[in-house]
């Protein structure tokens, strides 16, 4: 059995296993709390031998959204922030760190009072500011050769889709999405994992 197929039958079975006073997003709700990011998951090398990485990079953020009734569903804007000050990634020769800010505007539409459902768009914008600690020697196979190691700030912008589920359990609320970037795409297809946690304001 594959391991997607496996996913989708542990979710059935916790849906079925929830108990009645855990229920999905409540219009005209705010929420505060923190998350993680699996950046670009089986896409990142980090080895010379060229393995992939199954996780990713994982960026830890702050986290906030609002749920505003359209209707019998809901539009719920998030933002995804932490300074990079405080959670950038480093890079192994520490000659830079990257930071990920996200914006999503997902619709999301209640079942059965247990749980909810989300999609829409995602601003993602990336961020890489060099240190600017001298410079680095490295091998080019035969030789070596020294970079310099800048301290100027680059900023990549792009869009993805999102697709998850949140359950609220009281004034608690977790949730698990997945972010799509170039789904039609032959050569630049990739998928990021987002888990948050929240404490939920009525």
Not at 28 to 54: C, H, I, Y
Not at 172 to 198: H, I, N, V, W, Y
């Amino acid at each position: 059995m594959s391991i997607a197929r496996r996913l989708w039958l542990g979710l059935a079975g916790l849906m079925c296993l929830t108990p009645a006073h855990v229920f999905g997003a409540k219009p005209k709700s705010l929420e505060f709390g923190a998350g993680v990011t699996s950046w670009q998951l089986m896409q990142l090398t980090t080895k010379p031998s060229g393995d992939r990485n199954t996780t990713g990079t994982s960026f830890y953020h702050l986290h906030a959204q609002y749920h505003l009734p359209v209707g019998k569903s809901l539009i719920s804007p998030w933002l995804h922030y932490m300074p990079d000050s405080l959670s950038a990634v480093e890079s192994s020769s520490k000659s830079s760190k990257t930071s990920l800010l996200a914006l999503g505007a997902p619709y999301v539409s209640n079942l059965s009072g247990v749980f909810d459902l989300s999609t829409g768009p995602v601003l993602l914008q990336y961020t890489v500011n060099g240190t600017g600690n001298g410079s680095e020697t490295l091998n080019n196979g035969e030789s070596s050769s020294v970079f310099l190691q800048p301290d100027q700030r680059t900023t990549s912008t792009t869009f993805a889709w999102q697709v998850g589920s949140a359950w609220n359990y009281s004034s608690f609320r977790t949730g698990a999405d997945l972010l799509f970037q170039g789904p039609l795409s032959q050569t630049k297809r990739s998928f990021s994992l987002m888990l948050t946690a929240a404490w939920v304001k009525s």
